[in-house]
């Protein structure tokens, strides 16, 4: 079992950034696939970027790609997500989750995640 607890979330003026971070509970959290993922008011949720186990492959939506950077320290168990140049369309719940994947591997659908964070709220002003 893995607890995933998100923060960083706020209010930014378009432009600005943030840094969210995911913290993970368990001994095994270097294994797994991570992912961030946002759903906007009226809108399905949707993938931002992944980062895989072992050589820490990164893959990201086409709108957020050069703007956002996803991250990981095994160490501390935890992901983020820096988020650079935000604009209001960036406004959503960012959720982070966790996918028992193969090595290296990064995961994009959101039924190959396993564990999911309660999500945290990121609001872009224009």
């Known amino acids: 079992q893995v607890q995933l607890v998100e923060s960083g979330g706020g209010l930014v003026q378009a432009g600005g950034s943030l840094r969210l971070s995911c913290a993970a509970s368990g001994r095994t959290f270097s294994n797994y696939a991570m992912g961030w993922f946002r759903q906007a008011p009226g809108k399905e949720r949707e993938f931002v970027a992944g980062?895989?186990?072992?050589?820490?492959?990164?893959y990201y939506a086409d709108s957020v790609k050069g703007r956002f950077t996803i991250s990981r320290d095994n160490a501390k168990n935890t992901v983020y997500l820096q988020m650079n140049s935000l604009k209001p369309e960036d406004t959503a719940d960012y959720f982070c989750?966790?996918?028992?994947?193969?090595?290296?591997?990064?995961?994009?659908?959101?039924?190959?995640?396993?564990?999911w964070g309660q999500g945290t709220q990121v609001t872009v002003s224009s």
């Open positions: 980062i895989s186990s072992g050589v820490r492959r990164t």
């Open positions: 989750a966790a996918a028992r994947a193969q090595l290296h591997t990064i995961v994009v659908e959101q039924r190959g995640y396993d564990y």
